[in-house]
Structure formats: C-alpha cells, structure tokens
C-alpha cells in the first residue's frame, strides 16, 4: 500500500473496490470446492503484492499462480472441507444435546474450532508470501508463528470470528465482497510488527537464550514458485 504520499478519499475508495473485486473473484474461483486452496492463496498472493509495492499483481501473473496452485490445493481443499465439516457436525450434535456434556463441551469445542479457524487463516497468509503456493511450509511456519506469538494467533483468531459473524449478519450478494477484505485484514494483522515489551529498560537488559523472537507471518523475501 502506497505510504509514501498523502492518500485522500478517492485512494481509500479505490482500496477499497479493489478488495471487493478481489473478495467476488476468490468467491467466483473457489466455487468448484476444490479449487477453494488455490483461489485463497492465489488472493492471499495478490494482497502480498499489493501491501509490499502498493499495486496489484498483472492479471497474467495472478492467472499463473492460481493454475500452477489448483494441483497441489487440492488435498489441502478436501482437507480443509472435511475438518470443517466435522466440526460443524461436532457444534451441531452438542448445541442439540444429541451428544452429551452440555455448555462446557459446547464451549471447549467453539474455542477449538475458532483457534484451528485462526491458525488457518495464519496459513493462508504464509501461502500468500510463497507465492501462493508451498502449502506444507507454510502450515509448518504459521504453527512456529503462532507459538511465537500466542497474541497474534489470538488476534487472527478474532478476525475470523469477526468475519464469520458478518456472513451471517449481511446479505449473501456481500458475502463474497467480505472475503477479500477478510483476506486483507488477516495480512494487516500477521505482518504487524510487535511492540518491544521493555523499550525503556535501556540497553542493560539483554535478552536470553530462551526468549523467543516474534517472527512476521508473511516474511520479505520469499520466492515465488518456480
């Protein structure tokens, strides 16, 4: 995003078109279900591009991504689909008391489900600096980030709660716009920076072997796919 000039309304009302035809075309790309892993991180790839140099990937380029990432989505799709599926059936069984334990449970299984959701979009961040791809990796990074910081998987968490909630609430023609600003705000959350927790302590204070060091979800640097 541009931060160099002084942006005005007519900047803020382009953002945001922009994530709305990126929210209908990840909808519109993910329809056949299995391709839904590669239209997100081929969307994920875009808002990379787009936070880092301030404009848009080339159609041609997103196009390139989204077909060398259909592939290698697939697994990941019918993962995704089937966790979620089990999940909602769990939600639904204890809601009804068709399954025994009651609120606690209820309770105990919503935050499972929220913290797998955080994480997940955490993922998909991840996905988005490789380029749109490399799946495993990333799975494997955004589950050494969230360990890093607890905050920030909390914090994408609350995002996909938050978007979750608003599908709901909204009127289904604004569902697919909800997705492109979903997939802007968990980049917007991952890639903020940690505030250091004893700036003032001076330089007297040196950190020790086992304090762990945030890492960005979305790191500068990372190659696209071959």
Same mark, same amino acid.
Request: hydrophobic share 55%; glycine share 12%.
């Given at each position: 995003?541009?931060?160099?000039?002084?942006?005005?309304?007519?900047?803020?009302?382009?953002?945001?078109?922009?994530?709305?035809?990126?929210?209908?075309?990840?909808?519109?790309?993910?329809?056949?279900?299995?391709?839904?892993?590669?239209?997100?991180?081929?969307?994920?790839?875009?808002?990379?591009?787009?936070?880092?140099?301030?404009?848009?990937?080339?159609?041609?380029?997103?196009?390139?991504?989204?077909?060398?990432?259909?592939?290698?989505?697939?697994?990941?799709?019918?993962?995704?689909?089937?966790?979620?599926?089990?999940?909602?059936?769990?939600?639904?069984?204890?809601?009804?008391?068709?399954?025994? !334990?009651?609120?606690?449970?209820?309770?105990?299984?919503?935050?499972?489900?929220?913290?797998?959701?955080?994480?997940?979009?955490?993922?998909?961040?991840?996905? !988005?600096?490789?380029?749109?791809?490399?799946?495993?990796?990333?799975?494997?990074?955004?589950?050494?980030?969230?360990?890093?910081?607890?905050?920030?998987?909390?914090?994408?968490?609350?995002?996909?709660?938050?978007? !979750?909630?608003?599908?709901?609430?909204?009127?289904?023609?604004?569902?697919?716009?909800?997705?492109?600003?979903?997939?802007?705000?968990?980049?917007?959350?991952?890639?903020?920076?940690?505030?250091?927790?004893?700036?003032?302590?001076?330089?007297?204070?040196?950190?020790?072997?086992?304090?762990?060091?945030?890492?960005?979800?979305? !790191?500068?640097?990372?190659?696209?796919?071959?």
């Amino acid at each position: 995003m541009e931060t160099g000039a002084r942006r005005d309304w007519r900047d803020v009302a382009r953002d945001a078109a922009d994530l709305a035809l990126l929210g209908i075309l990840l909808t519109l790309a993910a329809v056949p279900l299995l391709t839904a892993a590669a239209a997100a991180g081929t969307a994920s790839a875009a808002v990379q591009d787009w936070t880092r140099t301030g404009s848009w990937p080339s159609a041609g380029t997103t196009v390139r991504r989204f077909g060398r990432a259909v592939l290698p989505g697939v697994p990941v799709s019918l993962l995704a689909l089937v966790g979620a599926a089990l999940l909602a059936a769990d939600l639904a069984a204890l809601a009804t008391g068709r399954v025994p !334990g009651g609120p606690p449970a209820l309770a105990v299984t919503a935050l499972i489900a929220a913290g797998l959701a955080g994480y997940a979009g955490l993922v998909v961040v991840e996905v !988005g600096g490789n380029g749109g791809g490399r799946w495993r990796a990333s799975a494997r990074s955004a589950a050494r980030a969230c360990l890093d910081a607890p905050t920030r998987w909390a914090a994408l968490t609350g995002v996909v709660a938050l978007a !979750g909630l608003l599908t709901v609430l909204v009127t289904p023609v604004a569902v697919p716009i909800l997705a492109g600003y979903t997939v802007a705000a968990l980049h917007a959350v991952a890639t903020r920076r940690p505030v250091p927790a004893d700036s003032t302590a001076g330089p007297q204070r040196a950190a020790g072997p086992t304090v762990r060091r945030s890492v960005s979800a979305a !790191g500068i640097g990372r190659r696209e796919l071959p």
